[in-house]
């Protein structure tokens, strides 16, 4: 019995407040000195301080309903109505699930339950001739298991209340847009402790809104995608259940021209592995489907390539059968809006290294003409994917070619080629001062020249 008496005294220590604790505390001494008939008494005692303690703090927050419940209380409390006391007492399990969802129907009747038999140990029930009622022990303890575990542990906003309160929070500008800070809020607000119903209602509505919703901001989306991933490590076990069940019925219902949301979503919460075989063929589908005859459809693509590597392999497969000039323009784009492409070698190696070779052919081969601003382009869009030979070889023809160094766009394009691979000047310091050797008295390279100089401060 001693390991059932430690569960009690650690079960005190889930209820929210001090008040209620004190009560509860109380039972919980009554069963230890197995006077049972009075912790049911003393439990019930704490329902009932609990919920008015629950609607005093919802009065705080200009609850209409709660104020109405209280006003009510106060009235009958001071004229002594003790009819009406008796019957207030008696709707508290109703109220707290119908009225604002504190419990669930099902523990309404447990509720329900438990106040029949505070009734039958508090009044002089007799069951037979002189023989009052004598609760038993499983009964006293389920009782006060019930009381804590579908009231007194949580906070006094549930369902639909609950929902707004952690949405509005969520949105608010003092909400962290990043999953560690995330974590530290909502350790303190009402999902700390909320029940599998409030975590799943709020994890869906978020859902919908990242994914549906027309009107949520990018610094909103942020927030949230911040608060989902709070969720995720706090509730493991609940926000993988809801993913399970809920994810699949929640992507169908998004319109093609909202797709790359679903891309966004299962990148940034890592979900792939939780979509089922149907989402899977579902999400490569679309993907084989999308016509990039419309800026809104190339967006699409790129939010595909932004994904989680089994996403990015099918828009990888859908790209390499573009005709060469649009698969061209699209890398350009790519470029061009800084798109991080994850999983970047796969990438490069199926799809940019062609490409890429011919980028730096053309180059190199410049002779007159307009032709190099269109060369210049093509080379900067592609500079961050050069390799050290690729590299070298643009270098060599700038020294070697003075058509190329004398043209007035590339000591844009040469500053650019240094800025995006900089972090391979190491093995690229002997070509980079042969460079330096070349602009050293040309004011127009006086910016390549400064960044020469601040990487190495050897002389040639």
Request: proline share 3%; aromatic share 8%; with cysteine.
């Amino acid at each position: 019995m001693n390991e059932r008496l430690i569960d009690l005294d650690e079960l005190v220590t889930h209820c929210k407040e001090e008040d209620t604790k004190e009560y509860i505390k109380e039972a919980v001494a009554c069963y230890k000195g197995g006077a049972f008939r009075s912790c049911i008494v003393a439990t019930w005692n704490a329902v009932v301080f609990d919920y008015l303690n629950k609607l005093r703090q919802l009065e705080l927050g200009d609850d209409p309903q709660a104020k109405e419940k209280l006003k009510n209380f106060r009235h009958y409390s001071s004229s002594k109505n003790y009819s009406k006391l008796w019957e207030f007492e008696l709707s508290i399990p109703k109220s707290a699930s119908k009225d604002f969802e504190f419990i669930s129907s099902i523990e309404q009747v447990d509720l329900e339950r438990l106040h029949e038999d505070r009734s039958r140990c508090a009044h002089p029930s007799i069951l037979l001739d002189e023989e009052p009622f004598q609760p038993t022990p499983e009964l006293a303890r389920y009782h006060l298991r019930n009381a804590v575990t579908h009231l007194l542990q949580y906070p006094p906003v549930h369902g639909r209340v609950a929902i707004v309160r952690v949405r509005s929070m969520i949105e608010s500008a003092g909400f962290p847009e990043n999953t560690e800070d995330a974590i530290k809020i909502l350790k303190d607000s009402y999902l700390s402790r909320g029940r599998a119903t409030l975590i799943k209602d709020v994890v869906i509505d978020l859902t919908k809104a990242l994914l549906i919703s027309e009107e949520v901001e990018n610094k909103t989306r942020d927030r949230m995608y911040a608060a989902l991933g709070a969720i995720s490590q706090l509730h493991v076990e609940h926000f993988e259940k809801i993913m399970s069940n809920k994810l699949l019925s929640t992507i169908e219902s998004v319109e093609d021209k909202k797709w790359h949301r679903v891309f966004t979503y299962l990148r940034r919460l890592q979900l792939w592995d939780f979509l089922k075989e149907k989402q899977k063929i579902q999400v490569k589908g679309f993907i084989q489907n999308i016509d990039l005859k419309k800026w809104e459809d190339i967006l699409m693509l790129l939010d595909a390539l932004d994904s989680p590597k089994e996403i990015q392999t099918f828009a990888l497969e859908k790209l390499k059968a573009f005709p060469e000039l649009k698969l061209r323009r699209l890398i350009e784009l790519i470029a061009q809006n800084n798109t991080k492409i994850r999983h970047e070698k796969d990438f490069v190696q199926q799809l940019i290294q062609p490409y890429k070779s011919d980028v730096v052919q053309e180059f190199i081969n410049f002779k007159s003409g307009f032709s190099i601003i269109s060369h210049a382009g093509s080379l900067m869009s592609i500079a961050k994917w050069l390799d050290s030979e690729e590299i070298k070889s643009v270098l060599k023809a700038f020294r070697e070619n003075d058509k190329i160094s004398q043209a007035p766009i590339v000591p844009t394009v040469m500053t650019h080629l240094f800025q995006e691979t900089v972090q391979k000047f190491a093995l690229l310091k002997d070509e980079w001062l042969l460079i330096k050797a070349k602009i050293e008295n040309d004011l127009a390279y006086a910016q390549l020249l400064q960044l020469i100089n601040d990487n190495c401060s050897d002389t040639v």
